[in-house]
C-alpha cells in the first residue's frame, strides 16, 4: 500500500505566449491551481508529512513569488509546462519529498509531472 497526501493552492497570473498562433499569444490571465503531492511512509505520528508543512514550502516558494505577476518577467515562454517544471525544481530544493505535482491553468486542463 503506498500513502500519499496532496494540498492544493491557487494563485492568480497572467503571460502571452509569443509564439503561440491563436489568442494565447495575446495578454491574459489564468486561476492556476496547484496540487501537491507528497508520498511516502506513514510516520510513527501517523502522517506522511504534515500538511502545514507542505502549505509553507508552497506558499513561500510558489504561491508568494508568481501570484498577481507577469509570468513573462520570470520566463521567456510561461507555459504550463514550463512553469510546472519551474515549481517543480523549488518544491524539490525544499526537500519536502514530492511525488507528483499537478498545475491546472484552466479548470479542464493540466500538466502533470512525477519523478
Ligand atoms: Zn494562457
Same mark, same amino acid.
Given at each position: ?7 492544493? #493552492?491557487? #494563485? ?38 504534515? #500538511? ?17 505577476? #507577469? ?45
Amino acid at each position: 500500500m503506498r500513502t500519499s497526501v496532496t494540498r492544493t #493552492f491557487s #494563485f492568480e497570473a497572467a503571460h502571452q505566449l509569443p509564439w503561440h498562433e491563436g489568442k494565447c499569444r495575446r495578454l491574459h490571465g489564468h486561476t492556476y491551481r496547484l496540487e501537491v503531492t507528497v508520498e511516502g511512509p506513514v510516520g510513527d505520528h501517523g502522517i506522511v508529512v504534515d #500538511f502545514a508543512d507542505v502549505k509553507a514550502v508552497v506558499e513561500r516558494e510558489v504561491v508568494d513569488r508568481y501570484d498577481h505577476q #507577469f509570468l513573462n518577467d520570470f520566463m521567456d515562454n510561461p507555459t504550463a509546462e514550463l512553469l510546472a517544471a519551474e515549481i517543480w525544481k523549488a518544491v524539490e530544493a525544499a526537500k519536502l519529498g514530492v511525488s507528483r505535482i499537478r498545475l491546472w491553468e484552466t479548470p479542464d486542463s493540466f500538466v502533470e509531472l512525477t519523478p
